[in-house]
């Protein structure tokens, strides 16, 4: 069961990563295989924007970071994808590579029913954490993957941390303890499929 967590933030050891590895540690628990994925340690072109046939034939006209991202994006059984909240929505950093992941979905939905959940952070509570984790939401439907919210007692939508300088957000008790749940509530699914 191995379960790969994307950050989109810029700053590689602040706040979306500290709630990405504690959703992590509750999948470790549960005896996954897990990974963290920092976006900025690649460098990743924008979409060319090719037409859907020219990605199926040709592939992406790119090499570069984005590509080991894919391949572990296909191999994980659930993809967690946490974003700073940016301007109320996801980093752009984040987004350049979501658009990339294009190419998953123009040959032949690779990422289709593989579990997604989502983490932001703001600086502000109200700041537009809710806004993004709908954006990731979204983009996870746009894969025809399977989203899942925190689970029970604090099911929601995912995790919504509050921190503005590196850290502030371990002092976000409840969210660490939302992420916690989100990492329970992504192997209770794995588990219900069957996955070990
Ligand atoms: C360009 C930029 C835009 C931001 N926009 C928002 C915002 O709209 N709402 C908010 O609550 N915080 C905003 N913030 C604050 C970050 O979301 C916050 O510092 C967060 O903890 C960053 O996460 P990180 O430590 O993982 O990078 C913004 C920060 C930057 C750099």
Partial sequence: ?????????????????????EVLAS????????EVV???DTKIEYCAAHES??????????????DEILDKMLKAKAIIVGSPVYMGTVSGRLK?????TVILRRKGFALKNKVGAAVAVGG???GGQEYTIRDIHNFFLIHSMTV???????????????????????????????????????V???KLRGEK
């Fill in 53 to 66: 046939d020219f990605c199926k034939n040709k592939g992406c006209v790119y090499k570069d970071g984005a």
């Fill in 188 to 190: 209770e699914e794995l």
């Fill in 27 to 34: 999948c470790k628990k549960a005896g996954a295989e897990t």
């Fill in 96 to 100: 350049t590579f979501m658009d990339r």
């Fill in 1 to 21: 069961m191995y379960i790969l967590a994307i950050n989109g933030s810029h700053r590689k050891n602040g706040n979306t990563k500290i709630l990405l590895e």
């Fill in 148 to 186: 899942v919210s925190d689970g029970i007692d604090t099911a929601h939508f995912g995790v919504a941390g509050v921190g503005g300088g590196i850290g502030d957000v371990k002092d976000d008790k409840h969210s660490l303890n939302v992420s916690r749940n989100l990492g329970n509530r992504i």
């Fill in 124 to 126: 502000y509570q109200g």
């Fill in 38 to 40: 920092q976006l900025a």
